[in-house]
């Protein structure tokens, strides 16, 4: 059993964390957190989840490239360059089919890079682009990694010359052309001194350098491959080039942010960008975001660092370069007046020492603020990240202070916020009672242990110890769990599972062999790509059994999380931690409240809040405020006196709130609720008309028991339907939906599911056109959020797709932005 202990108290022998506020590393660069195939289509992931990130890079395939099915840089660039992102690499090679790609000669694909660079070049965005020749060159077309130098230098004079070629070839094209290479497998200082002797010599340097790190030895040797490769560079006269590491990572580092802090903070420190890589399916940030639109607990990672700004300062860390350790990043802003740490990848009791504070920004105190961002899966949704503790401590007279972390666990992230420390005391965070259970160290009945993503074995999936019981496929397989509770109440039972029977699964839950009640778990990728299923239990103070049974299909059980409910959930978000607009100050006079000040809005300016909702519906939304504010949302605004609750409807996962006020001082954004359907209007899919071949069909995971299927395919096949509107106004659709689309063309490793579209008309109004990702199964259902304009009275919502099939619809929600109060 883990149980979650108070940050504060005595530790035996805690680990040291050092920050050095005096020692700049310069500017934050924000490089770490681009993806590989990170985006699958226009609105997958959707632009609540992409904008936050503030992403800087991703690599995606040419248009129409044939090795997966999705992923056009063309097509990804209108969401990615609309939300802020940074550059497309452009993989050109991947225009190819086979893995490793088919070797038809350099004159093939002399024809493939000309039409690539051509349509790039034709692009509005075309400077965005960056070209990448070759992937991989050292294992694939050239084996330039082979041991005897003999023929290494005679694979490596062929590369050379086809490197040269290919090079002039899009310089022809396009004068102006971003060029990266030359894209190793792995680090190859043998290759890397001769091609940058030969590249300067021949005036065909890459602009952008690029290797791969895909080895967890990479987290010790990363310091080393860069610090030979700028030695590299030295030696032949060549400028310091911009080094993407376009691909890094491990399935077991994906969706862990206690692993993600370690690759991101050697990445940042040493000011390189970096794309996380794609083992598995594109379109979700490489393991990062859930569905469409939902962030797991590697978004939320990601997420604290989009907000670093100022300079990144010096950390040292327990141990400097060493596998699955403690290991963090820090960052000053003296015109914020506020210091960050990131940190995690160890177990136990940590110090964070933060020194040389400099006083003339924070003064004799400091507030201190500390949350957690836990593993939640890599399909796991994760609810805003847990403030563990806020508290006032005053600068030694060396000008350090010490944040004690308690109890910390290896697949967390924690983040420390320090700001001046003002009047009066910060709020005591609610942090409810918790604690987990191991599905490996239960009472296994007809089932399998089996161990997963270790440095051993990088490439296994994560699982929470490193083991999870599988092959629970037997009419007697089940798994029991004694747990313990301190008093009597109603429990949160987070069962962290892995379900790839083609179809919803269900286990029986009882506890202690009481009645059974149905756990059904929606499908994942696999057995082992890790999501979340939260029931709840009442359970009285002491010991119990909580057995998990074979239902129907198979389940695969990691891990369960005990969570005593305190009541509906809420969150409070820190204004001065918002992303901003304009030229908002910061008033750190008072530490009452979230303890991190106020941010005070004039005209012009903005706060941007990253609130999530566990379900769509409406929660209650309080603005801490001095004055009244204004707040925009899918594409509408209300006005809020200070204090006052609103009741807005919000999608499920990240929905981003806009602030603004011709004068105010603003605390939080305090949100609470489940997601109540009261006051939405719905229609189920036997309510709809169909025509041109779309017709209802029997599907028993559907709310009622039937769906639409065959929708499109025809410009004559459209599923309508009417919803009476009480009131006009601006209303979010949500559509139920369910497909299974694949192009699989026997890729080693990626699994190419596809996305469907379908385009919607309300009323007169012109279509939308709506991208509804893969749910992994016909009769798994997800929603996608749509807002749209409805007039008072009847209302027709059209759905239809004139060239390509539809997803099935189980049916459609709206709910009016603004609610009743």
């Given at each position: 059993?883990?149980?979650?202990?108070?940050?504060?108290?005595?530790?035996?022998?805690?680990?040291?964390?050092?920050?050095?506020?005096?020692?700049?590393?310069?500017?934050?660069?924000?490089?770490?957190?681009?993806?590989?195939?990170?985006?699958?289509?226009?609105?997958?992931?959707?632009?609540?989840?992409?904008?936050?990130?503030?992403?800087?890079?991703?690599?995606?395939?040419?248009?129409?490239?044939?090795?997966?099915?999705?992923?056009?840089?063309?097509?990804?660039?209108?969401?990615?360059?609309?939300?802020?992102?940074?550059?497309?690499?452009?993989?050109?090679?991947?225009?190819?089919?086979?893995?490793?790609?088919?070797?038809?000669?350099?004159?093939?694909?002399?024809?493939?890079?000309?039409r690539?660079?051509?349509?790039?070049?034709?692009?509005?965005?075309?400077?965005?682009?960056?070209?990448?020749?070759?992937?991989?060159?050292?294992?694939?077309?050239?084996?330039?990694d082979?041991?005897?130098?003999?023929?290494?230098?005679?694979?490596?004079?062929?590369?050379?010359?086809?490197?040269?070629?290919?090079?002039?070839?899009?310089?022809?094209?396009?004068?102006?052309?971003?060029i990266?290479?030359?894209?190793?497998?792995?680090?190859?200082?043998?290759?890397?001194?001769?091609?940058?002797?030969?590249?300067?010599?021949?005036?065909?340097?890459?602009?952008?350098?690029?290797?791969?790190?895909?080895?967890?030895?990479?987290?010790?040797?990363?310091?080393?491959h860069?610090?030979?490769?700028?030695?590299?560079?030295?030696?032949?006269?060549?400028?310091?080039?911009?080094?993407?590491?376009?691909?890094?990572?491990n399935?077991?580092?994906?969706?862990?942010?206690?692993?993600?802090?370690?690759?991101?903070?050697?990445?940042e420190?040493?000011?390189?960008?970096?794309?996380a890589?794609?083992?598995?399916?594109?379109?979700?940030?490489?393991?990062?975001?859930?569905?469409?639109?939902?962030p797991?607990?590697?978004?939320?990672?990601?997420?604290?660092?989009?907000?670093?700004?100022?300079?990144?300062?010096?950390?040292?860390?327990?141990?400097?370069?060493?596998?699955?350790?403690?290991?963090?990043?820090?960052?000053?802003?003296?015109?914020?007046?506020?210091?960050?740490?990131?940190?995690?990848?160890?177990?136990?009791?940590?110090?964070?020492?933060?020194?040389?504070?400099?006083?003339?920004?924070?003064?004799?105190?400091?507030?201190?603020?500390?949350?957690?961002?836990?593993?939640?899966?890599?399909?796991?949704?994760?609810?805003?990240?847990?403030?563990?503790?806020?508290?006032?401590?005053?600068?030694?007279?060396?000008?350090?202070?010490?944040?004690?972390?308690?109890?910390?666990?290896?697949?967390?992230?924690?983040?420390?916020?320090?700001?001046?420390?003002?009047?009066?005391?910060?709020?005591?965070?609610?942090?409810?009672?918790?604690?987990?259970?191991?599905?490996?160290?239960?009472?296994?009945?007809?089932g399998?242990?089996?161990?997963?993503?270790?440095?051993?074995?990088?490439?296994?999936?994560?699982?929470?110890?490193?083991?999870?019981?599988?092959?629970?496929?037997?009419?007697?397989?089940?798994?029991?769990?004694?747990?313990?509770?301190?008093?009597?109440?109603?429990?949160?039972?987070?069962?962290?599972?892995?379900?790839?029977?083609?179809?919803?699964?269900?286990?029986?839950?009882?506890?202690?062999?009481?009645?059974?009640?149905?756990?059904?778990?929606?499908?994942?990728?696999?057995?082992?790509?890790?999501?979340r299923?939260?029931?709840?239990?009442?359970?009285?103070?002491?010991?119990?059994?909580?057995?998990?049974?074979?239902?129907?299909?198979?389940?695969?059980?990691?891990?369960?999380?005990?969570?005593?409910?305190?009541?509906?959930?809420?969150?409070?978000?820190?204004?001065?931690?918002?992303?901003?607009?304009?030229?908002?100050?910061?008033?750190?006079?008072?530490?009452?409240?979230?303890?991190?000040?106020?941010?005070?809005?004039?005209?012009?300016?903005?706060?941007?809040?990253?609130v999530?909702?566990?379900?769509?519906?409406?929660?209650?939304?309080?603005?801490?405020?001095?004055?009244?504010?204004?707040?925009a949302?899918?594409?509408?605004?209300?006005?809020?006196?200070?204090g006052?609750?609103?009741?807005?409807?919000?999608?499920?996962?990240?929905?981003?709130?806009?602030?603004?006020?011709?004068?105010?001082?603003?605390?939080?954004?305090?949100?609470?609720?489940?997601?109540?359907?009261?006051?939405?209007?719905?229609?189920?899919?036997?309510?709809?008309?169909?025509?041109?071949?779309?017709?209802l069909?029997?599907?028993?995971?559907?709310?009622?028991?039937?769906?639409?299927?065959?929708?499109?395919?025809?410009?004559?096949?459209?599923?309508?339907?009417?919803?009476?509107?009480?009131?006009?106004?601006r209303?979010?659709?949500?559509?139920?939906?369910?497909?299974?689309?694949?192009?699989?063309?026997?890729?080693?490793?990626?699994?190419?599911?596809?996305?469907?579209?379908?385009?919607?008309?309300v009323?007169?109004?012109?279509?939308?056109?709506?991208?509804?990702?893969?749910?992994?199964?016909?009769?798994?259902?997800?929603?996608?959020?749509?807002?749209?304009?409805?007039?008072?009275?009847?209302?027709?919502v059209t759905?239809?797709?004139?060239?390509?099939?539809?997803?099935?619809?189980?049916?459609?929600?709206?709910?009016?932005?603004?609610?009743?109060?």
């Amino acid at each position: 059993m883990m149980q979650t202990s108070a940050l504060h108290g005595p530790a035996r022998d805690p680990q040291r964390l050092t920050v050095d506020l005096a020692v700049s590393e310069g500017p934050v660069l924000l490089g770490a957190n681009g993806a590989l195939y990170g985006l699958s289509d226009d609105g997958v992931p959707g632009d609540a989840a992409l904008e936050p990130l503030r992403i800087t890079s991703v690599t995606q395939k040419p248009e129409g490239g044939a090795q997966h099915p999705g992923g056009d840089a063309l097509s990804v660039a209108r969401s990615f360059f609309r939300t802020g992102g940074g550059e497309i690499l452009v993989l050109m090679q991947d225009v190819y089919a086979e893995w490793p790609y088919e070797d038809l000669g350099i004159d093939d694909y002399l024809i493939r890079v000309d039409r690539i660079v051509e349509e790039i070049a034709a692009d509005p965005d075309r400077d965005r682009f960056v070209h990448v020749p070759f992937n991989e060159p050292d294992q694939i077309w050239y084996g330039l990694d082979v041991a005897d130098q003999v023929r290494y230098e005679a694979h490596r004079d062929r590369f050379f010359e086809d490197w040269k070629t290919v090079y002039r070839r899009i310089r022809a094209i396009d004068p102006g052309a971003r060029i990266a290479g030359p894209n190793e497998a792995a680090y190859h200082s043998r290759l890397l001194r001769d091609f940058l002797a030969f590249a300067r010599r021949e005036d065909v340097l890459p602009q952008v350098m690029t290797w791969h790190e895909l080895d967890s030895g990479s987290l010790r040797d990363f310091q080393a491959h860069y610090d030979d490769y700028r030695s590299l560079e030295r030696e032949a006269g060549v400028a310091p080039l911009k080094i993407n590491i376009d691909e890094y990572g491990n399935r077991r580092d994906l969706s862990v942010p206690g692993q993600l802090v370690q690759w991101v903070s050697m990445f940042e420190r040493n000011k390189v960008y970096a794309n996380a890589a794609y083992w598995d399916a594109a379109g979700n940030l490489s393991g990062h975001v859930v569905r469409s639109g939902i962030p797991n607990g590697g978004w939320w990672f990601f997420r604290w660092y989009a907000g670093l700004t100022g300079d990144t300062v010096e950390v040292t860390p327990p141990r400097a370069h060493a596998v699955d350790t403690l290991q963090g990043l820090a960052c000053l802003d003296t015109a914020r007046r506020r210091a960050q740490v990131l940190l995690g990848g160890s177990d136990g009791d940590a110090d964070v020492v933060v020194r040389h504070i400099p006083r003339s920004v924070f003064g004799d105190t400091v507030t201190a603020t500390v949350a957690e961002t836990a593993w939640s899966g890599y399909e796991g949704q994760h609810a805003t990240p847990l403030v563990l503790a806020r508290t006032k401590l005053r600068v030694t007279e060396d000008g350090s202070v010490t944040v004690p972390l308690r109890g910390m666990r290896r697949m967390s992230a924690y983040r420390v916020v320090l700001v001046p420390g003002g009047e009066g005391t910060p709020a005591t965070p609610d942090v409810p009672w918790t604690a987990s259970y191991e599905a490996q160290d239960a009472v296994v009945t007809d089932g399998e242990i089996r161990t997963h993503g270790t440095v051993e074995n990088p490439n296994g999936y994560a699982a929470s110890g490193t083991r999870d019981v599988g092959s629970l496929d037997r009419a007697t397989s089940r798994v029991d769990f004694t747990v313990t509770v301190p008093h009597d109440g109603t429990y949160d039972l987070a069962i962290l599972y892995g379900n790839q029977s083609g179809a919803p699964a269900t286990q029986r839950l009882r506890v202690d062999g009481g009645d059974p009640t149905t756990v059904t778990y929606p499908s994942t990728q696999n057995w082992t790509y890790r999501a979340r299923k939260e029931v709840r239990v009442h359970l009285s103070a002491g010991s119990h059994v909580v057995t998990l049974a074979k239902g129907s299909g198979e389940v695969t059980l990691d891990r369960l999380d005990l969570t005593v409910r305190t009541g509906e959930p809420s969150a409070s978000y820190e204004a001065t931690l918002a992303d901003i607009g304009g030229s908002p100050s910061y008033d750190y006079t008072s530490s009452a409240g979230v303890g991190t000040g106020a941010l005070v809005l004039g005209p012009g300016d903005r706060a941007v809040f990253d609130v999530h909702a566990p379900r769509d519906g409406y929660y209650t939304v309080v603005p801490r405020a001095s004055a009244e504010v204004e707040i925009a949302l899918h594409g509408t605004t209300v006005r809020a006196a200070p204090g006052r609750p609103l009741r807005l409807y919000l999608a499920a996962g990240n929905n981003r709130l806009a602030m603004g006020a011709e004068q105010a001082a603003v605390r939080s954004l305090d949100v609470s609720g489940d997601g109540s359907a009261e006051g939405t209007l719905g229609c189920a899919a036997a309510s709809a008309v169909l025509a041109g071949g779309a017709e209802l069909v029997g599907s028993p995971h559907a709310s009622t028991g039937s769906c639409v299927d065959r929708l499109g395919n025809s410009p004559l096949s459209t599923a309508a339907f009417t919803v009476e509107a009480p009131r006009p106004g601006r209303h979010l659709l949500v559509v139920h939906y369910a497909h299974d689309d694949r192009r699989d063309n026997g890729h080693a490793y990626n699994t190419d599911i596809v996305s469907r579209t379908a385009d919607i008309t309300v009323g007169d109004a012109a279509p939308v056109t709506v991208t509804f990702k893969n749910t992994w199964s016909p009769d798994d259902y997800w929603t996608v959020c749509v807002p749209v304009e409805l007039e008072e009275g009847a209302n027709k919502v059209t759905f239809g797709n004139a060239t390509a099939w539809a997803p099935r619809i189980d049916r459609i929600e709206l709910g009016r932005v603004v609610g009743m109060p």
